[in-house]
């Protein structure tokens, strides 16, 4: 694992590639004797560059490059002359969509859904940074046959439906709850929730009107959520892809790709044992179904270059079979290195400390709203401790509690390694110490004392 670190006024950077090459060469005739035998043949055979000052091997191996501060002193005085913008890598792509954040309707948001919308927004800065034009998509679940149940819910407790909102439902995790409740324990209520199901899918416009209001009430709830953030996204739901799903199954009938097996009708993907099932037995829609459909939407439609999934890794096979089966219509090329492409970014989960999937002492998972009010709680409190409070506005302490109390939950996600697990934790996910060396980037980029590139040219030798 390549490392960064700031001492002694040097910028360093250490890789342990050697260790790991070592282990793949050891037993098998080499001539080297060991991980700093091949740490000096990497260091001998690094190409010069304007970057490097000196390259040193230490300890078992360990490759530590200095790089140089004439070249960072000249990086970043061309920063300040020719724009930040400068900096940005141009990827042969111009628009790309990125997938993420992704709730169900009438669920609350939870601290498992904060990794797919921090890595999704933040992939999705990186891009616009390297000015692509970037499509933010919020794939909620918002059909399916959970709205039967809920519908008849709702019909149950507000008989004037329409005139319900947020403050007259109230927690919308517990509505879902008590509406499941009820489908499992009353068969009649379970069968009038059926039925609103295919009225909901045959419009009938009552139910339509009625899912449109539990919707727009879990909207509502997921904005202010990311508003918190400053996290932008267009929703695009399951609903949206479902007009869509018949003409592209029929089309990839008609290419021979969907084939009948024990009553449902699948593609058989090369190399994997299921089949990916795109019409169930009983004739309904999954989803797979509104995968696909949706993924010929974004290149067909929305014509976009580059389309990245930011889901768990769980749904790794899930995703690259739905890839498969498009290379396999044509939509996409069959190299790695063509455009249009596809990628799965996959993340570990949040675990609570006994290792499983985190949730309280109420067996439910926490809420992302209360992770932060948590998190702007505790840095208003440290603010008021350091004496900001005297000293400071409360419009001032506010806003500063919530840019470093959020910022820190942030933080604390993308400071994981991106596949694996990690364990949920108040403070640590709440620590607002960051490194030293992001500190002091950041304070070098905004030291108001540097009255010109010049000056801070000088600094950076000095």
């Not at 379970?190 to 899912?211: F, H, M, N, P």
């Not at 570990?348 to 998972?365: A, C, S």
Request: aromatic letters at 10%.
């Amino acid at each position: 694992m390549d490392c960064f670190s700031i001492s002694n006024r040097e910028f360093l950077w250490c890789s342990n590639n050697a260790m790991g090459l070592w282990s793949k060469i050891k037993g098998k005739g080499t001539q080297f004797r060991g991980p700093p035998a091949v740490g000096e043949a990497i260091k001998n055979n690094l190409p010069t560059s304007e970057m490097i000052e000196s390259c040193s091997v230490a300890g078992p191996g360990f490759v530590n490059v200095v790089l140089s501060k004439n070249w960072m002193a000249k990086s970043i005085q061309k920063m300040l002359i020719e724009g930040i913008d400068t900096w940005a890598p141009m990827p042969p792509v111009k628009r790309a969509v990125v997938d993420f954040s992704s709730p169900n309707i009438a669920k609350e948001m939870h601290v498992g859904h904060l990794r797919s919308t921090i890595i999704g927004d933040t992939l999705a800065r990186m891009l616009e940074f390297s000015k692509v034009e970037v499509l933010r998509r919020n794939h909620v679940g918002d059909w399916g046959t959970q709205f039967g149940m809920l519908i008849e819910f709702l019909f149950e407790k507000f008989p004037n439906f329409e005139d319900a909102n947020e403050t007259a439902i109230g927690d919308l995790q517990a509505f879902y709850k008590a509406s499941k409740q009820r489908f499992d324990a009353d068969p009649a209520f379970k069968e009038k929730a059926q039925q609103a199901v295919v009225r909901l899918q045959g419009g009938e416009d009552k139910y339509r009107r009625a899912w449109a209001q539990i919707c727009e009430i879990s909207r509502n709830e997921f904005h202010k959520v990311y508003q918190r953030l400053g996290v932008h996204l267009e929703e695009k739901g399951e609903s949206f892809y479902n007009p869509y799903i018949p003409e592209v199954i029929e089309a990839l009938t008609k290419q021979g790709l969907v084939e009948e097996s024990q009553g449902a009708r699948v593609i058989f993907i090369e190399g994997v044992n299921i089949p990916l099932i795109v019409v169930k037995s009983d004739g309904g829609f999954n989803y797979a179904s509104t995968d696909l459909a949706a993924l010929w939407y974004r290149l067909n439609e929305e014509k976009a270059d580059w389309i990245i999934y930011v889901t768990d890794v769980g749904q790794q096979q899930h995703f690259d079979m739905v890839f498969k089966a498009a290379k396999r219509a044509g939509w996409l090329p069959h190299g790695d290195g063509s455009y249009p492409k596809t990628s799965h970014v996959g993340f570990g989960l949040v675990l609570g400390e006994d290792g499983k999937r985190f949730r309280t002492r109420n067996t439910e998972v926490v809420r992302l709203v209360d992770l932060l009010d948590e998190a702007k709680s505790r840095s208003k409190a440290a603010l008021i401790e350091r004496g900001k409070g005297e000293e400071w506005t409360e419009e001032e302490i506010e806003s500063t509690a919530e840019a470093v109390g959020y910022g820190a939950v942030k933080y604390a996600d993308l400071k994981n390694n991106r596949l694996t697990n990690y364990t949920f934790n108040f403070d640590q996910m709440l620590n607002d110490k960051v490194p030293k060396q992001l500190l002091f980037i950041c304070c070098m980029l905004m030291l108001e004392s540097v009255q010109s590139s010049g000056d801070l040219v000088k600094t950076l030798r000095n």
